[in-house]
């Protein structure tokens, strides 16, 4: 096949962005991407000059962003790997010039306005955001692969959010959780998901020898949570937790089965509805996800431990916040909507 | 005050017995604390031979143990940092012998026989070990202060039982848990709760980058959770953690309340059942405890966080696995059994 | 003795500082430590507020820094944990109201005025300067003690230079090193030893799974090596690195002998010289100390691997960033300045 | 290019071994590799039994090792990922079959005897083994280039000399170094590079907060340093140290110069020695390499800082011990052996 579709990113200069520019550097049906910076971003040249990681494999100039160059540098596929107000005051300037867009935010991912109001946006157009707030796909592929070959918008998951709703969905879908009892998700990540930008949080020796509980009730996550598995908000406990690790994510969640069952029930809920998805790896009963297992590759591992009652079900599900939960899932989403193999360039 | 008592450790080689060492050399109350090893834990002559961290300080002899020794050197308290079949065969001896224990393993944690299977103990003695059984006091002064002063065996309570005893049992006693709903402890603890045996899980390049769920629905903190707080097992889900961090432990907890509370409420239950306790400190509601707080320290700290239904409450505690979780809180029993302040020789 | 000295802290809720405050809130021979803050600090009214790890230890309440308060709170020994060019404004204020200073800083430490350039120092009134400048005792007790208790100015030394001072100075002084072959000090030194005000350089994400040499050749410590060793410029060679650790300093030491020697001549050469230094730790050949000794002692350990030419020297050095490093240091400085006994809190 | 090379490997569930299957894998040139275990390392069926990390992406089952196994199944060159002990055992025998291999291990990396005897070989056949050690290839490409493609043994060299000699080779071949002020090689290693047997040393509450020297004038890499570099025993200290970090190696290397420099002629002797070889990256002065960027890849970075008086150099150079320290550089050796691009499969 060859190269034909070129592919620009907003951001790579921040963690998620500089994952996503390395997949899509080595991507086979990519041409190499166009990637900008922002105004007051700094000038650095090149991304090498921020990330020496990657210098020795060839050119990989940054250059301001103007609406004029994606259009003279043809791009075919826009990735914002920015801010969430930037990427709402975007994303309809891209739409009036006909770009396919893949948003790593939270600007695009939320139908209900209650859900949106912590993100406080100010859209110049409510009627255009309102548009494209319809036409939006969630770039889960697992749960809207069919939606995404004609997607003009896409809203990447959530880190957090991604690690579960996968594991929850089948069994919710399946109708085997008792919803009434409430579900709990005690998750825990590395510090990258917290952003590049220095601050008291992200300062090693506030984070190393620690680990802290944050945004209990309130965090951003929440909303996309309930929409995407069909919960009240009082169904729902979501705990985030600051790992003293770089990356990773693991969510323990509690959950109340409707009736008695066997583990192999529960491993085949799973296997059945992720039978065709390449980027989900259910774990035999015994056998638990650890993050380590799950970095550097865009794998959502799902794993399980049932009581002896056959009742109270705990699920154990990693991965890794910079790929399946940013980059390698907004790589995953351009494979689908352009048609190609699932996991192409994930491996 | 005279020195007049004389305290002996047996396992001051271990993190938990050495940690003991270094308050029992400091403490203001007592004799230098003799300091034996058992047989086949090699031989090295002093403790700082295997802990430079405490030469400089004094002479720190290793003596092989012998039940004459405890005599000849006028022992009045034993402390047990051994595992726990050791601790289960050597008691009765002790017994026999008339010297007072603090034992910190989970040998004399449990009156219910079907909580102790999982430790698999075979007694000498089956009438003997029921009756030290009965004797035996659960070292956690915040419960039971009034019992110490006159015990022969205190058990010194599990460092994730701690975590998680010390928060629910005034709501518990309250009333104000809807127990049937069940009670989900998500505990995270740091590496050296595991021991100080070199195992493929404490393999720095195993648990550094990582975090695991171990042991889901059969720790043997388990049975003392149930016992302390009067629950039956299908209340309770406990899924332990192993953080990629030296020590500490934070545990949330997850439960639902029988009506609808204010958050000033649920504070005041703690502050007034802790209201003489001076190793518990309970966060105000909106800041939470974190791991790094507690560190070093003799404390467990209790945060919150109630959702805005007022009945989903999350509560998040912490403390130092080696202190408070072990040999802290050993000392702290020793203080309460000899009637001194109780936190002499922990600040 | 009763607690007659009244000592007061700037700067507490920096790491130094913070380390200060608990060192002088727990010395039997002081008054509680009066609490400033400078202006544009923000303004928590307690330190506890920002370091919940001290609450439930009693009150520290924080005030604005004024001169007025150092006589009404009857200061006696004012501790400065502020950036040089604080303290370079500040010492001459508080000489003129006859308040004797420890300041933690690197502004007074250096007599050579081409070692200061590198601090940039603006001073009011060169004169007082030079004067306090002479004036001014290099606060590390083992090479100083005779001039500490008359002394108003005490510069409390750097962290690396205390690491590599300590070490050198008996071997310097005895005449064992071939100066001219030059001196190689390799530190490597944990994160609170670059502050506590969040940059790129402290964030987590780049810390951690990471090492890198910074500041080869520019390091400010340069200075006052070489000053206190009574090297050239030419002779020394000084490599700084960052651990991925929150405290701690290492420094691996490279000296070529003038003539051969044996071993146990070696550590003589120390023992001899730091016989009545409580705040030294020399090890046996053989055995070299490690940053986990060290940490929160007040202890710089040394120890030592000669090739078997005997010419050859490696040295190891270890302590605590933030204790003999910093803080403990400090403290240790007052202890000498007011005839107590060195090691008097430290323990 | 067809796949035709069968590649085998010995030890793949050790932590090096692991790295080349996983590279192996997705080699473009090589058939899927043959993974033999040897015996009395238990028998588990599948690589991703221990390391779930690569389930989900095809088949990878454990064999027990035997020699008619590899006719049977073809086997063009076998990597071996074995003890030392192991390969000098193995190799000849190896010989016989007409296998070619490419040992991980230190086994037959030195041609004097004096450096060998660190490893105490017992060799069955003295003859053989020197007549092996005559023909094997130090598998360093950059200086061995030409003698890899009719190599029949290539010894891959150590992690930390790889860091040591691919810096400094240049610079003594030109004659630029004082060898005989001498080399001082100052090394800091991650865990990895201990093994994944669990040792006292490699426990994480051992090595995490903490750094350690060890072994110094005494690691067995020294012999390898020594003779790739044409130096005497008297030329060289190398001290290694153990970080707490999983994997990655940087060592910061001392020299004198023979004459005043400039900078930019130290770079340019690299830039030039190193012009066709893709797996080192040259740093521009000013620039220093850090261990981050080059975790998972399978460079060499150099870099340097020279002193204001041209004559005292430090360089700084970093690599992942389990890549271009162990498995990369193996399957970079096997690229050359079959005249393949260098880095094929590396990227």
Redesign the interface.
């Known amino acids: 096949m060859g190269q034909t579709v070129q592919p620009a990113v907003v951001g790579a200069t921040g963690?998620a962005g500089f994952e996503l520019a390395r997949l899509l550097f080595?991507h086979p049906n990519v041409k190499k991407p166009v990637l900008f910076t922002r105004e007051g971003e700094g000038t650095p040249e090149r991304l090498d000059d921020i990330?020496?990681?990657i210098?020795?494999?060839g050119a990989s100039p940054l250059e301001p962003f103007r609406w004029e160059a994606l259009r003279n540098r043809g791009v075919d596929v826009l990735f914002l790997a920015t801010p969430h107000e930037v990427s709402r005051e975007w994303v309809p300037q891209a739409a009036q010039q006909g770009v396919r867009v893949i948003d790593l935010s939270g600007a695009w991912r939320l139908a209900t306005p209650a859900y949106r109001e912590i993100y406080q946006f100010h859209d110049n157009d409510a009627a255009v955001a309102d548009k494209l707030t319809a036409e939006a796909v969630y770039g889960m592929p697992e749960l809207h692969r069919d939606k995404l070959p004609g997607a003009t918008l896409v809203a990447v998951p959530g880190c957090y959010a991604t690690s579960i709703i996968l594991p929850l969905t089948p069994l919710v879908r399946s109708g085997l959780i008792d919803l009434n009892?409430?579900v709990?998700c005690?998750s825990?990540s590395g510090?990258?998901g917290a952003g590049?930008q220095?601050?008291?949080k992200?300062?090693?020796?506030?984070?190393?020898?620690?680990?802290?509980?944050?945004a209990?009730?309130s965090h951003r996550h929440t909303g996309e949570i309930l929409e995407q598995l069909g919960l009240a908000p009082?169904q729902l406990?979501f705990?985030p937790?600051l790992?003293?690790?770089?990356?990773?994510i693991?969510s323990?969640i509690?959950v109340?089965l409707n009736s008695v069952m066997q583990p192999r029930e529960i491993e085949d809920c799973w296997r059945t509805f992720y039978a065709g998805a390449?980027c989900v790896?259910v774990?035999p009963a015994g056998?638990?996800?650890?993050?380590?297992?799950?970095?550097?590759?865009n794998?959502c591992?799902i794993g399980f431990?049932l009581?002896?009652?056959g009742?109270?079900l705990?699920i154990?599900s990693c991965l890794d916040n910079l790929m399946k939960g940013a980059a390698g899932q907004a790589v995953q989403d351009m494979n689908v909507m352009f048609r190609w193999k699932e996991e192409e360039g994930l491996?």
């Open positions: 963690y080595r990330y020496p990681h210098s020795g494999n009892h409430g709990i005690d825990k510090v990258s590049k220095p601050t008291a992200t300062h090693f020796v506030e984070v190393a020898e620690n680990l802290s509980a944050y209990v009730f009082e406990v705990t937790h790992l003293p690790i770089p990356r990773g693991l323990t509690y109340r390449p790896r774990f056998k638990l996800p650890q993050i380590q297992y799950s970095l550097h590759t794998y591992d431990a009581a002896a009652d009742r109270r705990v154990v491996r």
